[in-house]
């Protein structure tokens, strides 16, 4: 099956730094990224849709200037976590979508924990 | 408002047991309806994916039903094996857009 992977997996960093998180479709050419956050034992909170090449779509609530998300190709996608804060210590997880409506292939995660 | 709603919250089941997952949803417009397994830490990995026309559909040990007119869905799981223990979501995707209304989850633990 299709594989999505992300970058890092795992990330500890002080408050005020900026993280960014890469999302890969390794077999595939994703037409659509997905970026959710997930706090334990909850389930995925979708922050925003991206398109290779334009804006992304935020959900309501999610600051746009705060979570910079960058679809550079169609097989890699970024989000950036600027100045983080410990309240953004998370559960991260990136999807991608070949065509829509199609299966969408989730990445591993990333945990960012904020010190 | 559209929501969806699975049942029961947790749930443990000997090993090599049946087990049935419910998810309700109050979704329109209704696009597709999927169930995912997501191990602890872990993306979730789908299981299925159905329409509005289909009514099952299997993956191996997984049976997924829908029911479009009460608005149910439900995964049931045969013969259950310790590596089934994960969270599993259903998924219930709007037309005309993206747009995608999670469940919260039903945590399954699988003893021996």
């Known amino acids: 099956g299709a594989v999505v992977s992300q970058h890092p997996s795992w990330v500890i960093c002080k408050s005020g730094t900026s993280v960014k998180i890469e999302c890969r479709s390794l077999?595939?050419?994703?037409?659509?990224m997905f970026w959710y956050r997930q706090f334990p034992k909850k389930s995925l909170m979708l922050m925003a849709t991206?398109?290779?090449?334009?804006?992304?779509?935020?959900e309501q609530g999610v600051e746009k200037d705060k979570f910079l998300i960058n679809h550079a190709s169609l097989t890699l996608s970024t989000l950036t976590v600027t100045s983080a804060h410990p309240e953004d210590s998370s559960f991260y997880i990136c999807?991608?979508?070949?065509?829509?409506?199609?299966?969408?292939?989730f990445g591993p995660g990333t945990r960012l924990l904020v010190l | 408002k559209n929501q969806v709603e699975q049942s029961p919250q947790s749930l443990i089941i000997l090993e090599g047991k049946n087990c049935t997952l419910q998810?309700?949803?109050?979704?329109?417009?209704?696009?597709?309806l999927r169930w995912y397994k997501q191990d602890t830490g872990r993306g979730p990995v789908s299981l299925t994916i159905?329409?509005?026309?289909?009514n099952t559909k299997s993956n191996g040990r997984y049976t997924a039903t829908l029911d479009a007119d009460t608005k149910q869905s439900s995964l049931h799981i045969t013969a259950s094996q310790l590596s089934d223990s994960a969270s599993y979501i259903c998924?219930?995707?709007?037309?005309?857009?993206?747009?995608?209304?999670f469940g919260a989850g039903t945590r399954l633990f699988v003893k021996a």
């Open positions: 999807s991608a979508e070949q065509l829509a409506g199609e299966t969408q292939y």
């Open positions: 077999d595939f050419q994703a037409t659509t």
């Open positions: 991206s398109n290779e090449g334009s804006k992304a779509t935020y």
């Open positions: 998810c309700n949803y109050t979704v329109s417009p209704f696009s597709n």
């Open positions: 159905m329409t509005f026309s289909e």
């Open positions: 998924v219930v995707w709007l037309t005309g857009g993206f747009k995608t209304i």
